[in-house]
């Protein structure tokens, strides 16, 4: 079965600090990964995914993440963090060409101080 | 173009009644999954949807089912409801590329 680690369930930063949110997952087959995120009081909305080619991918708002293969890892990243930028950011995969839904991480709360 | 839309919002039940929750998926998504969000168990796979057909089921009792019409909007239902069926229930529509688009979510009080 899989799974999905997100291993800071709160982080609390200042304003443009840099961020790093670890995802670590367990799949043996080939997946699809995604970031999504949170913000207090709406929707989930998709950060990035990745599906193939290019590990580094970018997604909205500046953020960026990393597959790393060898680490079963898609860590998140954003150079400089914003006060708007608090939200829950959920690490989340599923297989790749397959029928089933996403297995979710447990979730990771960020809140940027001003 | 108009996102997911799920009614209703907000409601409450008491124990051993039953819901039944709507989901309309984007314009052209023909794949409907739901999720159940809980702030112990976070984020969990109910089942998917795809041209009426369930795809896919997750790990929860039979109580919990759902369908979806010719026309891709999709319903669940909870049959005898517990007070841990308390939650935030997610649907989310499923683009050509494999990404999902959420709604905002039918949040379920059960007394």
């Known amino acids: 079965a899989q799974s999905v680690s997100q291993h800071n369930h709160h982080v609390i930063l200042s304003e443009a600090a840099s961020l790093e949110l670890g995802c670590n997952y367990s799949y043996g087959g080939t997946v699809n990964l995604f970031w999504y995120v949170q913000y207090p009081g709406q929707h989930l909305q998709l950060l990035l995914k990745y599906f193939s080619g290019d590990p580094l991918v970018k997604g909205i708002k500046g953020f960026e993440a990393e597959f790393i293969k060898s680490k079963f890892s898609f860590n998140l990243r954003k150079p400089s963090v914003q006060w708007s930028d608090t939200a829950e950011y959920f690490c989340?995969?599923?297989?790749?060409?397959?029928?089933?839904?996403?297995?979710f991480g447990k979730g990771t709360h960020l809140i940027i101080q001003p | 173009k108009a996102g997911v839309t799920q009614t209703p919002r907000y409601l409450i039940k008491t124990r051993g009644q039953q819901v039944t929750l709507s989901c309309s998926p984007i314009?052209?998504?023909?794949?409907v999954s739901w999720y159940q969000q809980t702030p112990g168990q976070g984020l969990q796979f109910l089942f998917e949807y795809f041209s009426e057909t369930q795809r896919n089921k997750g790990n929860f009792p039979g109580r919990f089912s759902g369908r979806q019409f010719s026309n891709s909007r999709s319903e669940m239902n909870v049959s005898t409801l517990e007070l841990g069926d308390s939650a935030l229930y997610l649907c989310?529509?499923?683009?050509?590329?494999?990404?999902?688009?959420f709604g905002e979510g039918s949040r379920l009080t059960v007394l």
């Open positions: 314009s052209g998504h023909r794949s």
């Open positions: 989310a529509s499923r683009a050509g590329t494999g990404e999902l688009f």
């Open positions: 989340a995969v599923n297989q790749r060409g397959g029928a089933d839904g996403l297995t």
